[in-house]
């Protein structure tokens, strides 16, 4: 079974541009999670998605930051315009319920350098 | 709010060296605790979890024992090898501010020489 999948691996960008991040989850699962993970430290949630309801997105900076989920499968995170400061790495994450004996499964995610 | 607070690292050891990182968590309700790993480029692997006191959770020979009343979830290792150098996340979910979201401490990166 395939885990979870996003794209791209790495992306190096100007300030100012626009970046879109893809993340496809485990077949089935109906959660899916964006978080942000800062160098040095754990990561923590933007947004939460249950199908392709934003159920949880208070941690999303919504001045510059976008995310959807399509009819509930894919989903893409999106930032415009980028600064400094979003150099990071961008996890995304699925489980098939949620409950307080959630178990996320986690994709490699995405490393952002904006320069 | 719910938080988790682990150890800093770097933590240097010698292989078959004994291991312990600690974790201690703040949160109401009845949370489940994890522990996530993350190898060298890598994504976060969920490597054992506990979803309720006294519960022990074992993967791999790590284990960590769900302790309400000094409210930790410590990871040990009896033995450890070079293969579980990485970084140690201790995490939790389902408190009644974290719900279902998971709330992860800062990582602790375990490095271990042969």
């Known amino acids: 079974e395939a885990g979870v999948v996003q794209s791209p691996r790495y992306k190096i960008i100007e300030k100012k541009q626009p970046v879109a991040f893809w993340c496809n989850p485990i077949s089935g699962h109906n959660t899916l999670y964006w978080y942000l993970q800062n160098l040095g430290q754990g990561p923590e949630l933007l947004i939460r998605y249950e199908n392709e309801e934003a159920v949880d997105d208070s941690q999303l900076p919504k001045d510059r930051f976008s995310a959807e989920r399509l009819k509930g499968v894919d989903s893409t995170l999106k930032i415009q315009p980028a600064e400094l400061g979003d150099s990071a790495v961008y996890l995304c994450?699925?489980?098939?319920?949620?409950?307080?004996?959630?178990?996320?499964?986690f994709g490699q995610g995405t490393r952002l350098t904006v320069v | 709010g719910d938080s988790v607070t682990q150890m800093e690292g770097p933590v240097t050891l010698s292989e078959e060296a004994f291991l312990t990182i600690n974790c201690t968590y703040t949160?109401?309700?009845?949370?489940?605790l994890f522990w996530y790993v993350q190898y060298p480029g890598e994504g976060l692997q969920l490597l054992l979890k506990a979803t309720k006191a006294d519960d022990k959770g074992s993967n791999k020979g790590f284990e960590a024992t769900y302790r309400k009343e000094t409210t930790s979830f410590h990871l040990e290792k009896g033995s450890v090898q070079v293969s579980d150098s990485a970084v140690y996340f201790c995490a939790l979910s389902g408190g009644v501010s974290s719900a279902s979201k998971i709330i992860f401490g800062s990582g602790t990166r375990l490095s271990i020489r042969p």
């Open positions: 949160a109401t309700g009845y949370p489940s």
């Open positions: 994450a699925s489980s098939s319920r949620t409950g307080v004996n959630t178990e996320a499964f």
